[in-house]
């Protein structure tokens, strides 16, 4: 069981201090405590991102997203009391309280979960790279240095860090060189499996020539990103949401180097001087159901937004996960610098 010296927080405090708290602590929750030590309320990763989705900002305060009542455990229950209220509630953390103080917080996962989770990764490394050329004319791209190692080998620790370690890479370009690489895995405390694109799939396409179905839910990543995104918290927040598909997002910002004129009915409405719009963009990281599966067909080209397409088609349920962490993707060559420069501040060395 965790204390909670660590974790506790004010109900007066910001998002951004309400995430200081929770990026600190062990399990990854922050509690709201009273000046005499009563449990006014929780918050986790993903009620800062959806109050993020809504439009909240960092400095808001945390008052109108805190979960106010909370599921919690007495200090005499036994554990398989405690476990059967975890699995009834769907939870990941139970308080601990007595003569209704809260006295620490029981990580369900000190009881039940192995190191390794099952859940498949499925990283899409067949790329070209040509925006990149001359430096990918011998190396795929995520192979190229960044730091002091392949981006790739940064993906496969960053993954291997939550515990998902069952690995399949999607290649095709200079295949051989990520293979000789990586092996089997074991080098890295991960299994690897390799699937060959003999023709251009797509970023979806592929996910159709493997050759076991995944049993449990599982994650896609494009191979050229640098991103510190606790793959966790993606985990967590899809199975929350009830999710067929996640699709980690990114809010992007481009300004309009003109003057923008609103017209309607004929007549000027009004006129913006250099308007900045605001968009969520794809961050090429998914977690989908094996379900999924079903709708991408057999050995063609097939993209991630025509699949998206399909499910939304079938009113499938999709989520979106805000990312706040790092995140870079590396596909030109002031992207490729951008990313050296900032690696060792993001990653360490």
């Given at each position: 069981?965790?204390?909670?010296?660590?974790?506790?927080?004010?109900?007066?405090?910001?998002?951004?201090?309400?995430?200081?708290?929770?990026d600190?602590?062990?399990?990854?929750?922050?509690?709201?405590?009273?000046?005499?030590?009563?449990?006014?309320?929780?918050?986790?990763?993903?009620?800062?991102?959806?109050?993020?989705?809504?439009?909240?900002?960092?400095?808001?305060?945390?008052?109108?997203?805190?979960?106010?009542?909370?599921?919690?455990?007495?200090?005499?229950?036994?554990?398989?009391?405690?476990?059967?209220?975890?699995?009834?509630?769907?939870?990941?953390?139970?308080?601990?309280?007595?003569?209704?103080?809260?006295?620490?917080?029981?990580?369900?996962?000190?009881?039940?979960?192995?190191?390794?989770?099952?859940?498949?990764v499925?990283?899409?490394?067949?790329?070209?790279?040509?925006?990149?050329?001359?430096?990918?004319?011998?190396?795929?791209?995520?192979?190229?240095d960044?730091?002091?190692?392949?981006?790739?080998?940064?993906?496969?620790?960053?993954?291997?860090?939550?515990?998902?370690?069952?690995?399949?890479?999607?290649?095709?370009?200079?295949?051989?060189?990520?293979?000789?690489?990586?092996?089997?895995?074991?080098?890295?405390?991960?299994?690897?499996e390799?699937?060959?694109?003999?023709?251009?799939?797509?970023?979806?396409?592929?996910?159709?020539?493997?050759q076991?179905?995944?049993?449990?839910?599982?994650?896609?990543?494009?191979?050229?990103?640098?991103?510190?995104?606790?793959?966790e918290?993606?985990?967590?927040?899809?199975?929350?949401?009830?999710?067929?598909?996640?699709?980690?997002?990114?809010?992007?910002?481009?300004?309009?180097?003109?003057?923008?004129?609103?017209?309607?009915?004929?007549?000027?409405?009004?006129?913006?001087?250099?308007?900045?719009?605001?968009?969520?963009?794809?961050?090429?990281?998914?977690?989908?159901?094996?379900?999924?599966?079903?709708?991408?067909?057999?050995?063609?080209?097939?993209?991630?937004?025509?699949?998206?397409?399909?499910?939304?088609?079938?009113?499938?349920?999709?989520?979106?996960f805000?990312?706040?962490?790092?995140?870079?993707?590396?596909?030109?060559?002031?992207?490729?610098?951008?990313?050296?420069?900032?690696?060792?501040?993001?990653?360490?060395?």
């Amino acid at each position: 069981m965790y204390k909670i010296d660590e974790i506790k927080i004010n109900q007066n405090a910001s998002i951004k201090e309400a995430l200081e708290v929770i990026d600190k602590g062990a399990i990854k929750v922050a509690v709201v405590l009273s000046d005499d030590g009563l449990l006014l309320g929780m918050l986790n990763d993903g009620d800062i991102r959806r109050a993020l989705l809504k439009g909240m900002s960092l400095g808001d305060s945390i008052a109108g997203i805190i979960n106010k009542h909370p599921v919690v455990a007495n200090i005499n229950d036994t554990k398989e009391r405690i476990l059967e209220l975890a699995n009834e509630k769907k939870l990941h953390q139970i308080p601990i309280i007595s003569n209704g103080k809260l006295i620490g917080i029981q990580d369900i996962r000190e009881f039940l979960a192995p190191k390794n989770k099952p859940n498949k990764v499925i990283l899409m490394v067949g790329g070209l790279g040509t925006r990149l050329r001359p430096l990918t004319n011998d190396v795929p791209k995520p192979m190229l240095d960044v730091g002091n190692k392949p981006i790739l080998h940064t993906i496969v620790e960053n993954f291997a860090k939550y515990g998902y370690t069952d690995i399949i890479m999607c290649v095709n370009y200079k295949s051989e060189i990520i293979k000789e690489y990586f092996g089997n895995g074991d080098k890295f405390g991960v299994k690897i499996e390799y699937v060959l694109e003999n023709q251009r799939m797509g970023t979806a396409g592929a996910l159709s020539l493997l050759q076991k179905r995944p049993k449990d839910d599982f994650f896609v990543m494009n191979g050229d990103l640098l991103t510190n995104v606790n793959f966790e918290y993606l985990h967590e927040y899809h199975k929350d949401s009830n999710a067929l598909a996640s699709i980690c997002i990114r809010k992007y910002e481009m300004q309009v180097p003109y003057g923008v004129v609103n017209v309607r009915a004929n007549k000027v409405t009004s006129i913006e001087e250099k308007p900045t719009q605001s968009f969520f963009v794809s961050a090429g990281i998914y977690m989908f159901s094996p379900i999924v599966l079903d709708f991408i067909p057999k050995g063609v080209f097939y993209d991630m937004p025509t699949l998206f397409s399909e499910l939304l088609k079938h009113d499938f349920p999709i989520h979106p996960f805000p990312i706040r962490e790092y995140w870079l993707d590396i596909g030109r060559m002031d992207e490729y610098r951008r990313a050296n420069d900032e690696y060792e501040g993001v990653f360490g060395l």
